[in-house]
């Protein structure tokens, strides 16, 4: 226990105090908590843009009619003619004398005209909806019937109400998303980590000496521990600034969001959270230390951990996927998948009533794995201390438990 605590401590000094590590976090934390300031932000522009909008809709359309019983039928609602034809209207576009315009051929029936194309034109439906508005009571007018009577019976609001006896799945997509994507750049950064660790020491020849002073449990435990924990304490940072950040904005928050933040992350979900991430977190920081341990160089650490890196990717879009169908059988069962179901599991539990039985199969699976992952990576640590050379494959491993 002595020396694993030595080698702990040893780790943990040489990841914390590297320069780059703190600058990365330094910088991460303010980034986050601009991030959490960006509805105050908001606001102090909010007077602006509703000023610029006032003005904008204060403004006239410019309009061609190409007849003058449109002219004198539309004019009172849609604005007086602006140019003439439609060619003086397109001369001006292209002057920039004015963004754009519209040429009204018939009651159904206009052209837009613009220098650029947009992708999204708020003039361009708000005249569509005024013109297609004026067809309707025309066409009721002629009909014989009063428009403004069909109108108020089309608007007539439909009252309805929402009750949810389980969970709103609705409310908690965005925290899951935020979690899975944060526990997908820790596990990758920190899971290269230790792997690339793992290999320098036998690159260097040092883990020979290490084995000699020391016992392939007590190293590899060691490593993984202070690596993993320097990892939880990044996020943490992370956190606590986001929570700073949340708390002293909170009250320019809309109040759409409070509601999605403070009515999803209750504690049993945040518990639920912790243990699956920290447990499948774990779990693959194992893995990545047992494949760092099957190369010789550096610089093959990134071809032993592609299949890993693959099944992390995968676990990755089921999480993506689980996000918009939690409910889903595919969902359901990789939740009971440990590689997976640190991602799964927790948005499922977030986002629909997940049976009790449920949730604890799928945490004594996942302690479990974290468990027979760890005694394999010790075996591989121990074993890939004794053979340099070429990469140890698989199938050499899978040898060395008949020795």
């Given at each position: 226990?002595?020396?694993?605590?030595?080698?702990?401590?040893?780790?943990?000094?040489?990841?914390?105090?590297?320069?780059?590590?703190?600058?990365?976090?330094?910088?991460?934390?303010?980034?986050?908590?601009?991030?959490?300031?960006?509805?105050?932000?908001?606001?102090?522009?909010?007077?602006?843009?509703?000023?610029?909008?006032?003005?904008?809709?204060?403004?006239?359309?410019?309009?061609?009619?190409?007849?003058?019983?449109?002219?004198?039928?539309?004019?009172?609602?849609?604005?007086?003619?602006?140019?003439?034809?439609?060619?003086?209207?397109?001369?001006?576009?292209?002057?920039?004398?004015?963004?754009?315009?519209?040429?009204?051929?018939?009651?159904?029936?206009?052209?837009?005209?613009?220098y650029d194309s947009k992708t999204f034109s708020t003039e361009q439906m708000a005249f569509e909806s005024q013109l297609k508005q004026l067809n309707e009571n025309r066409l009721f007018?002629?009909?014989?019937?009063?428009?403004?009577?069909?109108?108020?019976?089309?608007?007539?609001?439909?009252?309805?109400?929402t009750v949810y006896l389980g969970k709103d799945a609705g409310s908690g997509t965005a925290i899951a998303f935020a979690v899975m994507i944060t526990m997908y750049l820790l596990i990758l950064l920190y899971g290269a980590n230790v792997a690339t660790s793992v290999a320098r020491e036998k690159d260097s020849r040092t883990m020979e000496l290490l084995i000699t002073s020391s016992n392939p449990r007590t190293l590899i435990l060691g490593k993984v521990g202070a690596v993993g924990l320097t990892g939880i304490l990044q996020?943490?940072?992370?956190?606590?600034?986001?929570?700073?950040?949340?708390?002293?904005?909170?009250?320019?928050?809309?109040?759409?969001?409070?509601?999605?933040?403070?009515?999803?992350?209750?504690?049993?979900?945040?518990?639920i959270y912790i243990l699956f991430s920290v447990l499948g977190y774990i779990l693959y920081l194992f893995i990545y230390a047992a494949l760092g341990s099957l190369v010789s160089k550096v610089e093959d650490v990134n071809s032993a951990v592609t299949p890993i890196t693959f099944l992390f990717v995968l676990a990755y879009l089921a999480a993506t996927f689980a996000m918009n169908v939690p409910d889903n059988t595919v969902v359901k069962v990789t939740s009971f998948i440990p590689f997976i179901s640190l991602f799964t599991m927790p948005i499922r539990y977030m986002l629909t009533s997940v049976p009790m039985i449920s949730l604890l199969i799928s945490s004594a699976i996942m302690v479990l794995t974290v468990v027979l992952f760890a005694a394999l990576s010790i075996h591989i640590y121990k074993f890939g201390s004794l053979n340099y050379g070429n990469r140890l494959k698989f199938k050499d491993v899978i040898r060395s438990f008949k020795k």
């Open positions: 226990m002595k020396k694993l605590k030595t080698v702990f401590n040893f780790e943990l000094r040489g990841m914390i105090q590297k320069k780059s590590l703190l600058v990365t976090t330094a910088i991460m934390c303010v980034i986050v908590l601009l991030i959490t300031t960006i509805p105050t932000f908001m606001i102090w522009f909010e007077g602006d843009e509703t000023q610029e909008d006032a003005d904008e809709a204060a403004e006239e359309f410019t309009l061609v009619y190409e007849s003058g019983e449109l002219k004198e039928s539309l004019s009172p609602v849609l604005g007086e003619e602006t140019y003439s034809t439609e060619e003086e209207l397109k001369k001006a576009v292209q002057r920039e004398d004015v963004a754009s315009g519209f040429v009204v051929e018939d009651y159904d029936r206009y052209t837009y005209i613009s007018d002629e009909k014989g019937l009063d428009s403004q009577q069909v109108r108020e019976i089309l608007n007539q609001p439909i009252e309805q109400e996020v943490a940072s992370l956190i606590v600034f986001g929570v700073i950040g949340f708390m002293l904005n909170k009250e320019n928050y809309p109040e759409v969001l409070l509601d999605m933040v403070q009515g999803s992350m209750t504690i049993d979900v945040l518990l």
